[in-house]
């Protein structure tokens, strides 16, 4: 090979040197690109990360810090104290909130406690039924209105039990007064409550030694929640319907609240009235018949073998073979141009395929004049009946149940339905 053609060679062997530190130097610089991207990204994803578990640590400590300010009664008990010259020792608390909703006005119980109160001042004898031992329960309440309108809410969360004497209210002189509900809602500023306005205060319910032994051993009591009314002074116009919290005063009330929760809403549970056992349920059943302008849907049903507690036993005293409850849960979507209302309504339970037959207990189910469906609207309505529990299982529970439902009536029991009925088959 001559001198060019080696000089050409040499020539060609430096490209394709330089080529390939080129092309290494491009890959380096890729990677390199790659590895910075993919640190960026992880670093993103980490900063995100923390982010996201500070914003949840930031919401768990606020929820706790609410949850401890709700829960903490002890200057309330101390107050309390001081002013019957006392000794206060807490027996049981809850700190759960239960909410009761009203077209827009919401009431909360956001948490109470049952204090022994031993040993106090006879000046405060007669409201805890002329005894100096006994208990109180302090109570949280919050009232909101959410509405764009101001309502008007006057606070009387009554409280009874099983074997009550008497419906328990506030007694006032228990709390300071400027953590009183019935301070901050009251006849001087009308029980105005303004659109958007949200209102937190207190109430104290007073119990004797004997009164308080007696809600013990029920374990349970029940609060009544009115409803908001729309115009001042005027009880004709509620917003919403009435309504009940269940306060548990030990852990036998706790389990009893829980248990209770599978059950539907007739007195004989939310009164708590006995033991339920479910025997045979069903839900979301859909069977729909049209009465008039209602549409009115079985929902579910729910057979328990009920046993009175001790003090509801004399009120059941003619079921000598036991008693088997069925209760129907409907759903009315009201079309008409009348509202329907729950307290007019009856049906009719056949049983024994068609042999015998029985009426609803209506004295068991929480429906008042006011209870309604106004027209457009839908809303659960219950039906109960009382069985035999030996013809119940000797006879009747291996054959069909038929509910002859209706006709639809109006608050003042007009017939809406013009005496038509729709039937239903278990």
């Known amino acids: 090979m001559g001198r060019i053609g080696m000089l050409l060679v040499t020539i060609l062997l430096a490209m394709l040197i330089v080529s390939g530190c080129g092309n290494d130097k491009d890959e380096a610089k890729a990677d390199e690109k790659e590895k910075v991207t993919e640190e960026k990204e992880t670093e993103t994803e980490e900063e995100v990360q923390e982010e996201e578990e500070e914003e949840q640590s930031e919401e768990e400590e606020e929820v706790a810090t609410k949850a401890s300010a709700t829960s903490d009664f002890s200057e309330l008990i101390t107050f309390m104290e001081n002013e019957t010259e006392g000794t206060a020792n807490i027996l049981y608390e809850k700190k759960e909130p239960q909410v009761h909703t009203m077209e827009g006005v919401e009431v909360?119980?956001?948490?109470?406690?049952?204090?022994?109160?031993?040993?106090?001042?006879?000046?405060?004898?007669?409201?805890?039924?002329?005894?100096?031992?006994?208990?109180?329960?302090?109570?949280?309440?919050?009232?909101?209105?959410?509405?764009?309108?101001?309502?008007?809410?006057?606070?009387?969360?009554?409280?009874?039990?099983?074997?009550?004497?008497?419906?328990?209210?506030?007694?006032?002189?228990?709390?300071?007064?400027?953590?009183?509900?019935?301070?901050?809602?009251?006849?001087?500023?009308?029980?105005?409550?303004?659109?958007?306005?949200?209102?937190?205060?207190?109430?104290?319910?007073?119990?004797?030694?004997?009164?308080?032994?007696?809600?013990?051993?029920?374990?349970?009591?029940?609060?009544?929640?009115?409803?908001?009314?729309?115009?001042?002074?005027?009880?004709?116009?509620?917003?919403?319907?009435?309504?009940?919290?269940?306060?548990?005063?030990?852990?036998?009330?706790?389990?009893?609240?829980?248990?209770?929760?599978?059950?539907?809403?007739d007195k004989i549970t939310t009164d708590d009235m006995g033991e339920k056992k479910m025997l045979k349920e069903e839900s979301e059943i859909g069977k729909s018949e049209k009465l008039g302008e209602v549409t009115v849907t079985l929902d579910g049903y729910q057979f328990t073998e009920f046993t009175p507690n001790e003090i509801e036993a004399p009120r059941f005293a003619d079921w000598t073979n036991g008693i088997v409850v069925l209760t129907v849960k409907f759903n009315l979507d009201n079309k008409g141009s009348d509202p329907i209302g729950l307290s007019s309504m009856s049906s009719k339970l056949i049983v024994n395929d068609g042999d015998q037959y029985m009426f609803d207990q209506g004295m068991l189910l929480d429906y008042s004049y006011n209870d309604l469906i106004e027209t457009g609207n839908s809303g659960e309505y219950l039906q109960i009946y009382l069985l035999d529990k030996e013809q119940y299982d000797k006879i009747w529970k291996e054959k069909s149940f038929q509910i002859e439902f209706g006709p639809i009536k109006g608050q003042d029991a007009k017939d809406l339905s013009k005496g038509k009925t729709a039937n239903f088959e278990l």
């Open 108 to 265: 909360s119980l956001d948490a109470y406690t049952l204090v022994e109160l031993k040993d106090f001042h006879t000046d405060f004898s007669i409201p805890f039924n002329d005894e100096t031992d006994g208990g109180v329960i302090i109570a949280q309440y919050t009232v909101t209105n959410d509405t764009d309108n101001d309502v008007y809410y006057m606070p009387a969360f009554y409280l009874s039990f099983t074997g009550a004497e008497k419906a328990y209210n506030d007694y006032r002189d228990l709390l300071p007064e400027e953590d009183r509900l019935s301070e901050i809602l009251s006849p001087t500023n009308d029980y105005e409550l303004k659109a958007g306005e949200s209102v937190t205060g207190y109430y104290a319910y007073p119990f004797g030694k004997s009164h308080l032994q007696v809600a013990l051993d029920v374990s349970t009591v029940a609060v009544e929640v009115p409803a908001a009314e729309s115009v001042k002074g005027d009880f004709g116009n509620p917003i919403g319907k009435v309504g009940q919290f269940t306060l548990s005063l030990n852990e036998a009330g706790a389990e009893k609240v829980a248990a209770n929760e599978a059950f539907y809403k």
